[in-house]
T-cell receptor
């Protein structure tokens, strides 16, 4: 069955430091991949998506993600984290007409 | 402004009671979805609808029911058969997944708790 794994439940980084959130997926075909961000008590906002083409995808708020087929990964990165980036981040893969989400990674930013 | 509206923001259910969560969108989207979110489990799909008067079960449909009588509306009823209803419920819409420029738009959610 298709699945998405986010191995880190919590991550804490210092403001200004770089960030990488991991995502691995299980899917036979070329996947459509997404990263979403959620602030507490709110819905999800799309950060970026990968459908095809260039494996390095740029998103909003300075985020980027790299699709690595050989590793079945789609890790999210940001070179310099801001305190406002503190939130929960979800990786998702589309199959059929549905999205399958990972369990999420909570990002804490310390000043 | 276009978007998705979920109401109420907070909802309390008594034992044996059915409750209905509202989801309305003015984006002219064909597809609508209901997700349940529990801490540490991500989002799980309850039901989805790709067109008016048609809907399909997701991964955790037991104890829930939906209707899609209008394109703009996709209410979710949490029935008394759902024994663990406490969760954050998210509604979403899209003009149809599987297209290269497509994405989900999410509402701001309803927190359901059991009294």
């Amino acid at each position: 069955a298709q699945s998405v794994t986010q191995p880190d439940i919590h991550i804490t980084v210092s403001e200004g430091a770089s960030l990488e959130l991991r995502c691995n997926y299980s899917y036979g075909a070329t996947p459509y991949l997404f990263w979403y961000v959620q602030s507490p008590g709110q819905g999800l906002q799309l950060l970026l998506k990968y459908f095809s083409g260039d494996t390095l995808v740029q998103g909003i708020k300075g985020f980027e993600a790299e699709f690595k087929r050989s590793q079945s990964s789609f890790n999210l990165r940001k070179p310099s984290v801001h305190w406002s980036d503190a939130a929960e981040y979800f990786c998702a893969v589309e199959y059929g007409n549905k999205l399958v989400f990972g369990a999420g990674t909570i990002l804490r930013v310390k000043s | 402004d276009g978007g998705i509206t979920q109401s109420p923001k907070y909802l309390f259910r008594k034992e044996g009671q059915n409750v209905t969560l509202s989801c309305e969108q003015n984006l002219n989207h064909d597809a609508m979805y209901w997700y349940r979110q529990d801490p540490g489990q991500g989002l799980r799909l309850i039901y989805y609808s790709q067109i008016v008067n048609d809907f399909q079960k997701g991964d955790i449909a037991e104890g829930y029911s939906v209707s899609r009588e209008k394109k703009e509306s996709f209410p979710l009823t949490v029935t008394s058969a759902q024994k663990n209803p406490t969760a954050f419920y998210l509604c979403a819409s899209s003009s149809g997944l599987g297209q290269s420029n497509e994405k989900l738009f999410f509402g701001s959610g309803t927190q359901l708790s059991v009294l």
